[in-house]
Nanobody, 114 residues
Framework: QVQLVESGGGLVQPGGSLRLSCVASGSIFRFNAMGWYRQAPGKQRELVAHITTSGFTNYADSVKGRFFISKDNAQNTVYLQMNSLKPEDTAVYYC????????WGRGTQVTVSS
């Protein structure tokens, strides 16, 4: 059973924007804060943003002020609006629940390059 499906990645120039989407199963979305993670080549997966069930948001210092997380409870969907993208944002981006994570999805590739 597919629990997490990410989409919206692509190739973008530095300074550009992308909006990622993640559709989660109800069992994950309903009972978890939801997070966006990323994994760059040769690096560990890191949490870049999360949103609680009540809508509180938090961001890694590296993306604060540039990335914005939101969600649509009716659609079990979490979004990540990414602005002012930098080459160091290049990574595969994943979403998952924080407290009771599900199986990881395939992620969506974001490449920032001129």
């Amino acid at each position: 059973q597919v629990q997490l499906v990410e989409s919206g990645g692509g190739l973008v120039q530095p300074g550009g924007s992308l909006r990622l989407s993640c559709v989660a199963s109800g069992s994950i979305f309903r009972f978890n804060a939801m997070g966006w993670y990323r994994q760059a080549p040769g690096k560990q997966r890191e949490l870049v943003a999360h949103i609680t069930t009540s809508g509180f948001t938090n961001y890694a210092d590296s993306v604060k002020g540039r990335f914005f997380i939101s969600k649509d409870n009716a659609q079990n969907t979490v979004y990540l609006q990414m602005n002012s993208l930098k080459p160091e944002d290049t990574a595969v981006y994943y979403c998952n629940g924080l407290q009771r994570p599900g199986s990881w999805g395939r992620g969506t590739q974001v490449t920032v390059s001129s």
